[in-house]
């Protein structure tokens, strides 16, 4: 009887082996599992990297991830959105509080698109800025996060690890793309406007690419299922090249802004028609013949506003900002 129930335990124990084996192997994959969360996300900030300029000081890139796919925020230059120039590591403890009014505000957006936003403003530091870190600290869905910039040798970047970093140029590697040049852009009138609440605001813009490169080739728009929804083929999200303008709001309520006619999202939108060069099946429209962009503003809500005007060349990209002061 002894003999006959170790046997019924032993095969019991590996059958509880062999029904754990599934478990164990499928866990490693459950845990990379992603979804797609529409809300509800934290957004951290990014610093993407740094370089030198011809004056001796150095150029700092800064950006950031919503991992949000709708949800937008909007956070003041404040105690939840500011800058800090520290020593090394003096704001690791995420705990501590850095805000100081005299650095707080280094240019940074103040209403955050959902998704990657990449290299998306830079701050110049002194030749002898040396070893010290501009912090950037932002607090989302009561998540503290910050961004370090340094100028530590690893993250020195250059044309080409930006367009490898936003997919430019379907994802290129080549060399060409260190000496790119990014576009040209000036805007046509004040940078400091006003408007009323209700009343078309017009804005003009001419753009144009010095150096062509990289060069406009477009690919054929996919069409069937299979083409638009085929597995990612890098790891980053690509675009095609070409000159394209859009404009954005930088500062200040953007849901309270409409644009005509509608502008292309500026952010790693890769959702199927989601109207975002990153997103099949869009495809770069052809500038104007002569090199300008118009379009128009509408508000709906008074308050203070900074519209972002950007061109690409699907590698680089140029920005240029207007102050609005809406009013009833």
Same mark, same amino acid.
Request: charged residues 20%; glycine residues 8%.
């Given at each position: 009887?002894? %003999?006959?129930?170790?046997?019924?335990?032993? =095969?019991?124990?590996?059958?509880?082996?062999?029904?754990?084996?599934? %478990?164990?192997?499928?866990?490693?994959?459950?845990?990379?599992?992603?979804? !797609?969360?529409? #809300?509800?996300?934290?957004?951290?900030?990014?610093?993407?990297?740094?370089?030198? +300029?011809?004056?001796?000081?150095?150029?700092?890139?800064?950006?950031?991830?919503?991992?949000?796919?709708?949800?937008?925020?909007?956070?003041?230059?404040? $105690?939840?959105?500011?800058?800090?120039?520290?020593?090394?590591?003096?704001?690791?403890?995420?705990?501590? &509080?850095?805000?100081?009014?005299?650095?707080? &505000?280094?240019?940074?957006?103040?209403?955050?698109?959902? #998704?990657?936003?990449?290299? /998306?403003?830079?701050?110049?530091?002194?030749?002898?800025? @040396?070893?010290?870190?501009?912090?950037?600290?932002?607090?989302?869905?009561?998540?503290?996060?910050? @961004?370090?910039?340094?100028?530590?040798?690893?993250?020195?970047?250059?044309?080409?690890?930006?367009?490898?970093?936003?997919?430019?140029?379907?994802?290129?590697?080549?060399?060409? =793309?260190? *000496? +790119?040049?990014?576009?040209?852009?000036?805007?046509?009138?004040?940078?400091? #406007?006003? @408007?009323?609440?209700?009343?078309? =605001?017009?804005?003009?813009?001419?753009?144009?690419?010095?150096?062509?490169?990289?060069?406009?080739?477009?690919?054929?728009?996919?069409?069937? !299922?299979?083409?638009?929804?085929?597995?990612?083929?890098?790891?980053?999200?690509?675009?095609?090249?070409? /000159?394209?303008?859009?404009? *954005?709001?930088?500062?200040?309520? $953007?849901?309270?802004?409409?644009?005509?006619?509608?502008?292309?999202?500026?952010?790693?939108?890769?959702? !199927?028609?989601?109207?975002?060069?990153?997103?099949?099946?869009?495809?770069?429209?052809?500038?104007?013949?002569?090199?300008?962009?118009?379009?128009?503003?509408?508000? &709906?809500?008074?308050?203070?506003?900074?519209?972002?005007?950007?061109?690409?060349?699907?590698? %680089?990209?140029?920005?240029?900002?207007?102050?609005?002061?809406?009013?009833?």
């Amino acid at each position: 009887m002894r %003999l006959v129930n170790l046997k019924f335990s032993k =095969l019991g124990s590996l059958l509880l082996v062999a029904s754990l084996i599934p %478990l164990l192997v499928a866990q490693p994959v459950n845990a990379q599992t992603r979804y !797609m969360q529409l #809300r509800g996300q934290i957004t951290s900030p990014a610093f993407e990297g740094w370089w030198p +300029n011809e004056d001796g000081t150095f150029k700092l890139f800064f950006g950031y991830m919503n991992s949000n796919w709708e949800q937008q925020f909007d956070i003041s230059i404040g $105690a939840e959105n500011y800058f800090s120039e520290v020593e090394p590591g003096e704001l690791d403890d995420l705990s501590l &509080d850095g805000f100081d009014f005299s650095t707080a &505000d280094m240019g940074q957006p103040t209403h955050f698109y959902p #998704r990657r936003n990449p290299f /998306l403003f830079t701050i110049d530091v002194p030749a002898d800025f @040396a070893e010290k870190e501009l912090v950037w600290t932002l607090r989302t869905e009561g998540q503290t996060n910050r @961004a370090y910039g340094t100028l530590k040798s690893d993250y020195q970047i250059d044309p080409q690890v930006i367009s490898t970093e936003v997919g430019g140029n379907y994802g290129s590697l080549s060399d060409s =793309l260190r *000496t +790119n040049i990014p576009p040209e852009l000036r805007v046509e009138g004040e940078s400091f #406007r006003s @408007a009323r609440v209700g009343e078309p =605001l017009r804005l003009a813009v001419r753009a144009s690419d010095p150096d062509n490169l990289p060069a406009r080739r477009d690919q054929p728009s996919s069409s069937s !299922m299979d083409q638009l929804y085929r597995p990612p083929s890098s790891i980053v999200a690509i675009s095609g090249p070409g /000159l394209r303008f859009s404009w *954005t709001v930088y500062r200040g309520p $953007a849901a309270k802004a409409s644009f005509e006619p509608t502008q292309f999202k500026t952010y790693t939108d890769t959702r !199927m028609y989601a109207n975002s060069p990153w997103a099949p099946p869009f495809g770069i429209p052809q500038p104007p013949e002569d090199g300008r962009w118009s379009a128009e503003v509408v508000f &709906d809500e008074p308050g203070e506003y900074v519209l972002r005007g950007i061109a690409s060349d699907g590698s %680089l990209f140029t920005y240029q900002n207007v102050n609005v002061t809406v009013t009833r």
